[in-house]
């Protein structure tokens, strides 16, 4: 079940309306709950998937550092972008990589087609079918457990992203 507060936005100069927007619940899950479900449904070993995933943050910086891009099927494509100093200079001869001020890593999840060409796209880690529920709203006729409630992935109190 994925989690939606009520949130007013600006719109515009002077006008304001309400969107849902995502909550996140409990603590993040960790690598280890990761490897070990990675485990389970593998053929892998959990100690090999602990040692693949300490190790791949560290192999993408490097690949990325050379300036490439890595993309991992079924997940998605991570690379760096750049911000600057100041408001640029008036002639491409003055730019250089002094006025790099920070560095960031993006990610774009890979986009598979539903269909047929112009068919819709569904972006990798967005299940179909999400179900929504507000947040903190409790339902007399539900049986489903909320947030902070004693599930086994779930941290004390939730987040709000």
Do not use: C, H
């Amino acid at each position: 079940m994925a989690y939606y507060k009520k949130k007013k936005k600006k719109v515009g100069t002077d006008t304001y309306k309400w969107y849902p927007q995502a909550v996140t619940s409990g603590e993040p899950i960790s690598t280890k709950k990761v490897a070990e479900r990675l485990a389970k449904i593998s053929t892998v070993s959990y100690a090999d998937v602990v040692a693949v995933l300490a190790e791949l943050a560290g192999v993408m910086s490097d690949y990325m550092s050379l300036g490439r891009t890595v993309k991992l099927d079924g997940l998605g494509t991570f690379y760096y972008t750049i911000t600057a100093t100041g408001n640029g200079v008036d002639t491409p001869e003055e730019v250089n990589a002094d006025q790099i001020t920070g560095v960031r890593v993006r990610f774009i999840p890979e986009a598979t087609r539903l269909g047929t060409k112009g068919s819709p796209m569904t972006r990798a880690l967005v299940a179909q079918g999400i179900e929504w529920e507000e947040w903190g709203k409790e339902e007399a006729s539900s049986s489903t457990a909320q947030p902070g409630t004693g599930g086994e992935d779930e941290g004390e109190e939730g987040t709000f992203g």
